[in-house]
């Protein structure tokens, strides 16, 4: 898992310091933030202290209306607990109190610099958060976009995954990574495939070398994460292993508790395994929306036999 510190959020969205410029290494472990209401009234059974606190007009509102006397009991009730930090969405004014609170106790005070609504605000750090503290491995392959739909292409070393990438990338779909791909677990649903920064935009061709995909092809041809949906595995052809069913039922590979459905495609001289991964992504696009061409099929014969039976 990623660490992530207080500094990183400001960074990332431009925030302000008020106070506690000296302790922005402050690490950050929840992957949601907070905006604390029932708190600021005496409620404390469910505190997430760990998460990022986040101020807005409601919250500052009301802080203003108390007496000084109160504002003081009611802010340090919530500082002692020393949650990483807070946010104040901009627009908000007469902040002294806070500040001196938040000096005191040593927890960052930040301010977002743009006017921003708290509820615009909340989903982006959220998002943000989730992203980086997800739990995440990396397994040797390649990852692409082919049509919208994230394919995580796997086989061992030689079999041809970048080689059939290439091909995929030269028909208009996009790398996302080649050779170290990192899955982050965003949820119990979805897995993310994304590179490891040094790898971006690079595909290792055997024979050729290193290419750089977006200045041959463009920036069409690379994407920074994708979620995925399949994952197909590229192996050595077997005579008689492969079955011509009318619908193939999908295996299924575990990556960090999520089952990613997964198709073996066996190699051969001569058969398209771009194309072939093509109609495998257009294929589960299509389950997805309940349509399968196996019972279309076999809808069309019962019509016929009833018909020729009428």
């Given at each position: 898992?990623k ?5 990183d959020?400001v960074r990332?969205f431009s925030?302000?310091?008020l ?6 290494e ?5 992957s949601?933030?907070?905006?604390p209401g029932?708190e ?7 505190f997430?202290?760990e998460?990022?606190q986040i101020?807005?007009?409601k919250?500052?509102?009301y ?11 009611r802010?340090g009730?919530i500082v002692?607990?020393h949650?990483?930090?807070?946010i104040i969405?901009a627009?908000e004014?007469g902040?002294?109190?806070?500040m001196h609170?938040c ?6 005070l930040?301010i977002?610099k743009?006017?921003?609504?708290t509820s ?9 958060l989730?992203k980086e503290?997800?739990?995440q ?5 390649v ?9 995580l ?5 030689g079999?041809g995954k970048?080689e059939?990438a290439?091909t995929l990338i030269r028909r208009?779909?996009?790398?996302v990574s ?9 949820s119990?649903q ?7 920064e040094k790898?971006k935009?690079f595909?290792?061709l055997r024979s050729?070398?290193l290419l750089?995909?977006?200045r041959i092809?463009?920036r069409?041809a690379f994407?920074?994460?994708t979620?995925?949906a ?6 050595k052809?077997e ?7 009318l619908?193939?039922e ?5 990556y960090?508790?999520?089952?990613i459905?997964?198709?073996?495609i066996q190699?051969q001289?001569?058969?398209?395994v771009?194309?072939?991964i093509e109609?495998a992504?257009?294929n589960w ?10 019972e279309e099929?076999?809808?069309r014969i019962?019509?016929e ?6």
């Amino acid at each position: 898992m990623k660490k992530v510190t207080v500094k990183d959020l400001v960074r990332r969205f431009s925030l302000k310091v008020l106070a506690g410029e000296n302790q922005l290494e402050k690490v950050i472990t929840q992957s949601r933030v907070h905006r604390p209401g029932l708190e600021f009234v005496g409620h404390f059974d469910f505190f997430p202290t760990e998460q990022v606190q986040i101020l807005g007009t409601k919250e500052i509102t009301y802080l203003h209306k108390l007496s000084k006397e109160e504002r003081k009991v009611r802010i340090g009730n919530i500082v002692q607990y020393h949650p990483p930090c807070f946010i104040i969405t901009a627009g908000e004014v007469g902040l002294t109190y806070l500040m001196h609170h938040c000096t005191e106790q040593g927890i960052p005070l930040l301010i977002t610099k743009q006017p921003e609504t708290t509820s615009e605000f909340i989903p982006k750090v959220d998002a943000y958060l989730i992203k980086e503290l997800a739990p995440q491995i990396t397994v040797h392959g390649v990852c692409m976009n082919v049509s919208g739909i994230g394919i995580l292409i796997r086989g061992s070393s030689g079999v041809g995954k970048s080689e059939t990438a290439h091909t995929l990338i030269r028909r208009g779909h996009r790398l996302v990574s080649d050779d170290i791909v990192v899955l982050k677990k965003l949820s119990s649903q979805t897995i993310l495939g994304t590179h490891d920064e040094k790898s971006k935009e690079f595909l290792a061709l055997r024979s050729i070398g290193l290419l750089n995909v977006v200045r041959i092809y463009g920036r069409k041809a690379f994407q920074d994460e994708t979620r995925i949906a399949l994952d197909i595995h590229l192996t050595k052809w077997e005579k008689d292993a492969l079955y011509n069913d009318l619908e193939q039922e999908y295996l299924t590979t575990d990556y960090l508790g999520v089952k990613i459905p997964s198709i073996e495609i066996q190699l051969q001289p001569g058969r398209d395994v771009a194309g072939l991964i093509e109609a495998a992504a257009n294929n589960w696009y299509l389950k997805q929306l309940g349509y399968s061409a196996a019972e279309e099929f076999m809808s069309r014969i019962e019509a016929e036999i009833t018909e020729s039976d009428n």
